[in-house]
């Protein structure tokens, strides 16, 4: 059978096979009718704020590239804030959508509906990244099919299409897009990847009319190409923006690896604080400060700590209140030992997973807190990818310390300030030569002789720990760091005793020192205990 050229007159006398019950649109009243029914139903469980939007099924990029929710592509399109947008958007779709469906075989315009709301939020992930709700996409690719309907093919079009898909059409819509990108809280990258996408598939569909003797099959075949393409496309887009990126800390020395949407902020558990970007529910955070302990140490103290304050029964953090605690327990991060503290905090939002690692490095302890929803558990990957990619590296302050004894060579203080970075940051072996050096240009400095005594002994040469110790007790007889390092010295030797005799001395030159005090009555609990 022939197909009539467009324009011709059999085109435009057509018969049509349906009765007045098959010329209804169906498909366009089949999807208001959706729409409608979800709008009721959100819209009994009160306003459509961010967190009810994230709980409905919105388009949030963090939950679709990060936990998997892909299918948020499609969802979005049916959730609208209010009975306004919801009936702006179903007024456009009625007038687009039944000139569309009655030129068009319904299959074909079923596909136009899938590829529209998939362009759109699609379009809104890669280029918005606020929280996403409503069907305005959808009906702007109708209007975008519609127009590329009255350009090829306005002589098989009844009068009313004509008149929807007339010369106007077009302005109309490049005003709106206009007011849009004008306004704030429109998702104009989702209307325009809507629009777009009605353009292209109007080009790729033929109306009823001309594809009379076309078998079924043909239809199958568009319709399909149509949904085809745009789940591959928004697949790509998925992909596209499920990259990582690694964020480097000068200042505390810390390299970690994150999800390229996280964006750096504030939180009271650490100054360096990076989140998905969600106010609520579906929240992810890392968190990360470096604690001087002014002693080298496990990280254990500094874990009991933060499980006892943070995570006490009465204490209250944004995600919840703790209601399982585990640790500290031993860990292994960034190629050294940690511990570590799990909790789980229940809140308005159901639970939320906390873990928290303290990983020791010199005087210093790395405090990384990672927290993540349980609702939705794929997040987990994530922080173990971020735990296990976790880096220190040096921090500023020693890269300076290096550059200072670099541009002065042969200067004592410089030396002497590189020796004193390295053993702080728990390189004591590497500390050893710069403060050698240092001592060796400037003799009667007893605080350059202190760290390298300590030096030493933190390292494990005990002897020649000792022996600083004591030169540098020479020097400074009266000084509270050289009798303090001789305290090091017996406690390296395992003379508890003798110990707290070198501390008891230090105690009398400076009986105001709340740290030699502190020590002095750790010391005496332990010999009172026995140990020696």
Same mark, same amino acid.
């Not at 918005?128 to 209007?143: F, L």
């Not at 519609?146 to 008149?163: D, F, K």
């Not at 080009?203 to 745009?230: D, K, M, N, Q």
């Not at 400060?289 to 080298?296: N, V």
């Given at each position: 059978m022939s197909v009539p050229p467009p324009g011709s007159e059999d085109a435009r006398s057509a018969p049509e096979s349906r009765g007045p019950l098959g010329r209804l649109p169906w498909v366009t009243l089949g999807l208001v009718g959706v729409q409608l029914a979800v709008y009721v139903r959100t819209a009994a469980a009160g306003p459509l704020d961010v967190d009810a939007m994230v709980r409905f099924g919105a388009k949030v990029g963090p939950l679709m590239t990060e936990a998997g929710e892909s299918w948020r592509l499609l969802t979005a399109n049916f959730l609208h804030r209010d009975a306004a947008h919801l009936g702006l958007n179903l007024l456009v779709l009625v007038a687009a959508g039944s000139v569309l469906e009655g030129a068009w075989r319904r299959l074909e315009y079923a596909a136009l509906l899938v590829a529209a709301?998939?362009?759109?939020?699609?379009?809104?992930?890669?280029? +918005? =990244?606020?929280?996403?709700? !409503?069907?305005?996409?959808?009906?702007?690719?109708? @209007?975008?099919? #519609?127009? /590329? *309907? %009255? &350009?090829?093919?306005?002589?098989?079009?009844?009068?009313?299409?004509?008149?929807?898909?007339?010369?106007?059409?077009?302005?109309?819509?490049?005003?709106?897009?206009?007011?849009?990108?004008?306004?704030?809280?429109?998702?104009?990258?989702?209307?325009?990847?809507?629009?777009?996408?009605?353009?292209?598939?109007?080009?790729?569909?033929?109306?009823?009319?001309?594809?009379?003797?076309?078998?079924?099959? +043909? =239809?199958?075949?568009?319709? !399909?190409?149509?949904?085809?393409?745009?789940?591959? @496309?928004?697949? #790509?887009? /998925? *992909? %596209? &923006?499920?990259?990582?990126?690694?964020?480097?800390?000068?200042?505390?020395?810390?390299?970690?690896?994150?999800?390229?949407?996280?964006?750096?902020?504030?939180?009271?558990?650490?100054?360096?604080?990076?989140?998905?970007?969600?106010?609520?529910?579906?929240?992810?955070?890392?968190?990360?400060?470096?604690?001087?302990?002014?002693?080298?140490?496990?990280?254990?103290?500094?874990?009991?700590?933060?499980?006892?304050?943070?995570?006490?029964?009465?204490?209250?953090?944004?995600?919840?209140?703790? @209601?399982?605690?585990?640790?500290?327990?031993?860990?292994?991060?960034?190629?050294?030992?940690?511990?570590?503290?799990?909790?789980?905090?229940?809140?308005?939002?159901?639970?939320?997973?906390?873990?928290?690692?303290?990983?020791?490095?010199?005087?210093?302890?790395?405090?990384?807190?990672?927290?993540?929803?349980?609702?939705?558990?794929?997040?987990?990957?994530?922080?173990?990818?971020?735990?296990?990619?976790?880096?220190?590296?040096?921090?500023?302050?020693?890269?300076?310390?290096?550059?200072?004894?670099?541009?002065?060579?042969?200067?004592?203080?410089?030396?002497?300030?590189?020796?004193?970075?390295l053993r702080r940051w728990g390189r004591p072996a590497e500390a050893v030569e710069p403060l050698r050096e240092a001592v060796r240009l400037a003799p009667s400095q007893v605080a350059t002789r202190v760290e390298l005594a300590r030096a030493f002994l933190e390292s494990g040469h005990v002897e020649e720990g000792c022996h600083a110790a004591e030169e540098a007790r020479v020097y400074g007889p009266s000084e509270t760091g050289a009798l303090e390092a001789g305290v090091r010295c017996e406690l390296a030797r395992g003379d508890t005793e003798r110990a707290l005799a070198r501390l008891e001395e230090a105690r009398r030159v400076a009986p105001q020192d709340p740290r030699l005090r502190a020590a002095e009555a750790a010391l005496r609990a332990t010999v009172k205990a026995g140990g020696r």
């Open positions: 709301g998939l362009a759109t939020m699609t379009s809104s992930l890669l280029w +918005a =990244e606020e929280v996403s709700v !409503g069907a305005s996409g959808m009906a702007y690719g109708c @209007v975008g099919a #519609l127009i /590329v *309907l %009255g &350009r090829r093919y306005r002589a098989v079009l009844s009068p009313m299409a004509r008149r929807m898909a007339g010369e106007g059409v077009l302005p109309t819509v490049l005003v709106f897009l206009w007011m849009g990108w004008t306004s704030v809280g429109v998702d104009n990258a989702g209307h325009l990847g809507g629009f777009c996408s009605g353009l292209l598939v109007g080009l790729f569909v033929v109306p009823r009319r001309l594809t009379a003797g076309e078998p079924r099959s +043909a =239809e199958w075949l568009r319709a !399909g190409s149509v949904v085809a393409v745009a789940v591959v @496309v928004a697949g #790509l887009g /998925v *992909l %596209g &923006r499920s990259t990582w990126r690694v964020e480097r800390d000068d200042v505390f020395g810390v390299s970690v690896a994150m999800p390229s949407s996280w964006r750096q902020g504030a939180d009271r558990l650490g100054r360096l604080a990076f989140s998905n970007g969600l106010p609520g529910l579906g929240r992810a955070t890392f968190v990360a400060e470096a604690i001087q302990t002014g002693e080298p140490g496990d990280g254990g103290l500094q874990a009991v700590h933060f499980q006892e304050s943070a995570l006490a029964a009465e204490a209250v953090l944004p995600e919840g209140r703790p @209601v399982k605690v585990r640790g500290p327990r031993p860990a292994w991060v960034s190629g050294g030992p940690a511990q570590e503290v799990q909790a789980e905090l229940q809140g308005a939002d159901g639970v939320t997973h906390l873990r928290a690692l303290f990983v020791p490095r010199g005087e210093f302890v790395y405090q990384l807190v990672f927290t993540w929803p349980g609702r939705f558990p794929r997040y987990r990957r994530v922080v173990e990818r971020m735990v296990a990619e976790l880096r220190l590296e040096e921090p500023s302050m020693l890269r300076e310390a290096r550059a200072r004894a670099l541009l002065v060579p042969g200067a004592s203080e410089p030396l002497a300030q590189l020796g004193s970075a």
